[in-house]
């Protein structure tokens, strides 16, 4: 049987033709397709020799920034030729690998390094990487590692010439964004959705431009990516977008104005009917100002320009300016329809000696009406109720409430209503009479009131009919509606001689 396992963990030696690279130490190596890439390092003593471009003289302490690549299917070294400026010659580096590029970070070539290099596999050529994401980078270090996860560079550790690192940091490879704004203050920031919004401030100059920095968001938890600082202290991940920078019109001429909830702008100094986000128009340079965020819009008010103090107010849309016109709800007005109407009724009210046409689902909305005909009375079986001590427009009313919860009270049924409410349970349609009914309260009616406010437990009611009859005792004892009163309610009449 063959022992498939024979070669597993098993060393040999890599037969290889051409010139192989010079001994060395402290390089790094890449695997690319069907090739390797070897890169820089220390070979002890001696210059690189003749054939490789990048040859500096001998300090001895001699490191190497030569190129070599091994191709494992003709198994050939070979000098690769390169273009573009390469790093230093240097060792102790880190590199790892990406798409089609070779990454290489930081490493000793006389001093500590912090620069990070791209070589191109396709062209052969190197290029430095600009680090635009405005982010705290690595320190000027060697002997740090690196490698590659998803779409991130990670670096770990190494030295720094003074002591021994184990900061963590990570390059995302799918962030590309402009440089980070320029050293300023008297901005004002403020947050949108995952990103930070930066508007003007002063380098010296006021300026007027929008930045977007872009938060990086992600529940992965391969490291605390800290710096060798305060653990609470962490590089913000992300990338600075320009979002916006007023070229022309550097006093602001042109200036949009704009108040949440407006339908358009209104241009000061400027043409009219212009959109509403000041993109096109001229933003007056600022620092010091103002600034909040709203529904998707960054509000400015004020500041000062350098020369003026401003009190402008301008506006600019965070995201697009979708709306979709959403029709108001018939809900309230196709159930209203239903009060009265025969059709998919099934049960029918007597009040007056008229029919009026309801349906058994408004149980759900009235408590008494669900003891009706639910709890085996009489008129469960029946196929019409009637409603005594009621009229027809005040059961019309209060089914109205029943069907819809809302109800206009008139004013001329609104004491009959509240009774009819407190007779069925239905304390919302209470209150609706008795708010009507307390701009209604006069001399006339005072004491009518205040007796049905008492019957009906309504207290707003009967407080306001109290302090009205105190107020106006010498009209009010006057009317019939007191002679009512004292008759039927000796308490109602001693409590007010007794507060007079």
């Given at each position: 049987?063959?022992?498939?396992?024979?070669?597993?963990?098993?060393?040999?030696?890599?037969?290889?033709?051409?010139?192989?690279?010079t001994?060395?130490?402290?390089?790094?190596?890449?695997?690319?397709?069907?090739?390797?890439?070897?890169?820089?390092?220390?070979?002890g003593?001696?210059?690189?020799?003749?054939?490789?471009?990048?040859?500096?003289?001998?300090?001895?302490?001699?490191?190497v920034n030569?190129?070599?690549?091994?191709?494992?299917?003709?198994?050939?070294?070979?000098?690769?030729?390169?273009?573009?400026?390469?790093?230093?010659?240097?060792?102790?580096?880190?590199?790892?690998?990406?798409a089609?590029?070779?990454?290489?970070?930081g490493?000793?070539?006389?001093?500590?390094?912090?620069?990070?290099?791209?070589f191109?596999?396709?062209?052969?050529?190197?290029?430095p990487?600009?680090?635009?994401?405005?982010?705290l980078?690595?320190?000027?270090?060697?002997?740090?590692?690196?490698?590659?996860?998803?779409?991130?560079?990670?670096?770990?550790?190494?030295?720094?010439?003074?002591?021994?690192?184990?900061?963590?940091?990570?390059?995302?490879?799918?962030?590309?964004?402009?440089?980070?704004?320029?050293?300023?203050?008297?901005?004002?920031?403020?947050?949108?959705?995952?990103?930070?919004?930066?508007?003007?401030?002063?380098?010296g100059?006021?300026?007027?431009?929008?930045?977007?920095?872009?938060?990086?968001?992600?529940?992965?938890?391969?490291?605390?990516?800290?710096?060798?600082?305060?653990?609470?202290?962490?590089?913000?991940?992300?990338?600075?977008?320009?979002?916006?920078?007023?070229?022309?019109?550097?006093?602001g001429e042109?200036?949009?104005?704009?108040?949440?909830?407006?339908?358009?702008?209104?241009?000061?100094?400027?043409?009219?009917?212009?959109?509403?986000?000041?993109?096109?128009?001229?933003?007056?340079?600022?620092?010091?100002?103002?600034?909040?965020?709203?529904?998707?819009?960054m509000?400015?008010?004020?500041?000062?320009?350098?020369?003026?103090?401003?009190?402008?107010?301008?506006?600019?849309?965070l995201r697009?300016?979708?709306?979709?016109?959403v029709?108001?709800?018939?809900?309230?007005?196709?159930?209203?329809?239903?009060?009265?109407?025969p059709?998919?009724?099934?049960?029918?009210?007597?009040?007056?000696?008229?029919?009026?046409?309801?349906?058994?689902?408004?149980?759900?909305?009235?408590?008494?009406?669900?003891?009706?005909?639910?709890?085996?009375?009489?008129?469960?079986?029946?196929?019409?109720v009637?409603?005594?001590?009621?009229s027809h427009?005040v059961?019309?009313?209060?089914?109205?409430?029943?069907?819809t919860?809302?109800?206009?009270?008139?004013l001329?049924?609104?004491?009959?209503l509240?009774?009819?409410?407190?007779?069925?349970?239905?304390?919302r349609?209470?209150k609706?009479?008795?708010?009507?009914?307390?701009?209604?309260?006069?001399?006339?009616?005072?004491?009518?009131?205040?007796?049905?406010?008492?019957?009906?437990?309504?207290?707003?009611?009967?407080?306001?009919?109290?302090?009205?009859?105190?107020?106006?005792?010498?009209?009010?004892?006057?009317?019939?509606?007191?002679?009512?009163l004292?008759?039927?309610?000796?308490?109602?009449?001693?409590?007010?001689?007794?507060?007079?």
């Amino acid at each position: 049987m063959m022992n498939v396992m024979k070669d597993v963990f098993v060393w040999k030696d890599v037969g290889a033709l051409g010139k192989c690279p010079t001994k060395r130490s402290l390089h790094t190596m890449v695997s690319v397709g069907d090739c390797l890439y070897v890169f820089g390092g220390y070979d002890g003593v001696q210059r690189c020799n003749d054939l490789y471009k990048y040859n500096h003289s001998y300090d001895g302490q001699q490191r190497v920034n030569d190129t070599w690549r091994y191709d494992s299917e003709v198994e050939i070294w070979e000098a690769v030729q390169t273009v573009g400026t390469p790093p230093t010659p240097r060792h102790s580096h880190s590199a790892c690998q990406h798409a089609d590029a070779m990454f290489i970070f930081g490493g000793y070539d006389g001093n500590y390094r912090s620069d990070f290099h791209e070589f191109h596999f396709a062209t052969a050529s190197w290029s430095p990487v600009k680090l635009n994401c405005g982010m705290l980078t690595p320190r000027a270090r060697y002997r740090a590692s690196t490698c590659v996860w998803r779409n991130r560079m990670l670096l770990f550790g190494g030295h720094d010439g003074a002591q021994h690192l184990n900061d963590f940091f990570e390059f995302n490879f799918g962030v590309v964004g402009d440089p980070a704004p320029s050293a300023r203050d008297s901005h004002t920031c403020g947050v949108f959705g995952d990103s930070v919004y930066l508007f003007g401030g002063s380098t010296g100059q006021a300026r007027n431009e929008l930045y977007e920095f872009k938060i990086e968001t992600s529940d992965s938890s391969i490291a605390s990516l800290g710096t060798d600082l305060d653990e609470s202290v962490r590089p913000v991940r992300g990338s600075w977008v320009l979002v916006r920078e007023q070229q022309n019109d550097p006093l602001g001429e042109h200036c949009v104005v704009t108040k949440p909830g407006a339908k358009s702008a209104e241009a000061v100094g400027g043409p009219e009917n212009l959109p509403e986000v000041a993109m096109g128009l001229g933003v007056r340079r600022r620092f010091c100002h103002g600034m909040a965020i709203f529904e998707g819009k960054m509000f400015v008010f004020g500041g000062y320009d350098g020369n003026f103090r401003l009190n402008d107010f301008i506006c600019c849309h965070l995201r697009p300016d979708l709306h979709v016109d959403v029709p108001p709800s018939t809900l309230v007005r196709d159930l209203k329809g239903f009060v009265g109407n025969p059709m998919f009724s099934d049960m029918t009210f007597v009040v007056e000696g008229r029919v009026l046409y309801a349906h058994k689902i408004l149980c759900y909305r009235c408590d008494y009406f669900r003891r009706l005909f639910a709890g085996g009375f009489r008129e469960a079986r029946e196929a019409s109720v009637e409603i005594p001590n009621c009229s027809h427009a005040v059961l019309l009313a209060l089914l109205e409430f029943v069907y819809t919860d809302h109800v206009d009270v008139p004013l001329e049924i609104a004491i009959d209503l509240l009774v009819a409410a407190d007779r069925f349970g239905l304390e919302r349609l209470k209150k609706l009479c008795e708010s009507k009914i307390l701009s209604s309260v006069n001399i006339e009616n005072a004491a009518i009131m205040l007796q049905a406010a008492n019957r009906h437990s309504a207290r707003a009611l009967k407080k306001l009919c109290f302090d009205y009859i105190l107020r106006n005792f010498d009209a009010v004892s006057k009317t019939p509606g007191f002679s009512s009163l004292t008759r039927n309610h000796v308490d109602l009449t001693l409590e007010i001689i007794n507060r007079r």
